[in-house]
């Protein structure tokens, strides 16, 4: 267990829906990351926060936002939903906002637009 | 734009045989290469981690090998079991963030 926690674990949806997926870090990590896991693909960075602050982006839609809470809980928000949005969710945290640090990763939200 | 390219894309390998996959990077501003193990249904964890200052880096069954002139690195795991049938990503980290592999699935058959 790498103490982050995501919910909900599965989401079935329809396209042109909304849908929030919700990461708690670690206790004391300051740092989150949101990443996209589709099928054959590797993980695609989509988008840090240390403290409350978008600190980089990756290759994130402008159909989604992300933002992180002053108890530095993160959600991720995906709007227009469209099929091929289907994908592993996945959260990560670590101490510092670096891409030199361990990144402890959550269980996933599985997300799947029909 | 791949910036950290991993090979191959899956292996099949017996038990007690060594599994080896590669990375090769381009940006020479990366300077923290860690691999990571995801078993199906779990997220991602940290395996091993090497910095660009070591050339081989050894924890157990599992050995990273850095090359800078090359800009490649390397994982093998040295006597698979069947419980390393796993995905494997490289990554490769600079500046705020981890950029990675488009990952190995290893499948070590009994």
């Known amino acids: 267990d790498s103490g982050v926690t995501q919910t909900p674990k599965h989401l079935i949806t329809a396209t042109g829906q909304r849908v929030t997926l919700r990461c708690s870090p670690r206790?004391?990590?300051?740092?989150v990351y949101w990443y996209q896991q589709s099928l054959d693909q590797g993980l695609q960075f989509l988008i840090q926060y240390y403290n409350g602050e978008e600190r980089a982006k990756g290759n994130i839609l402008e159909r989604f936002s992300a933002q992180q809470f002053p108890d530095l809980h993160s959600e991720l928000n995906l709007s227009s939903l469209e099929l091929g949005d289907s994908a592993l969710y996945f959260c990560?945290?670590?101490?510092?906002?670096?891409?030199?640090?361990?990144?402890?990763f959550g269980p996933g939200t599985r997300l799947t637009v029909l | 734009q791949q910036q950290v390219k991993q090979s191959p894309q899956s292996l099949i390998v017996q038990k007690g045989g060594i599994s080896i996959i590669n990375c090769a990077y381009e940006n020479t501003a990366f300077d923290y290469f860690p691999w990571y193990q995801q078993f199906p249904g779990k997220g991602p964890a940290l395996l091993i981690a090497?910095?660009?200052?070591?050339s081989e880096k050894k924890e157990g069954r599992f050995t990273i090998s850095f090359n800078k002139s090359a800009k490649q690195f390397s994982l093998h795991i040295m006597d698979s079991q069947p419980g390393d049938s796993a995905t494997y990503f490289c990554a490769a980290g600079a500046g705020n963030k981890l950029t990675f592999g488009g990952g190995t699935r290893v499948l070590v058959k009994p």
């Open positions: 990560a945290s670590s101490v510092r906002p670096s891409g030199r640090y361990e990144q402890f």
């Open positions: 206790s004391g990590d300051l740092s």
């Open positions: 090497i910095r660009p200052d070591v």
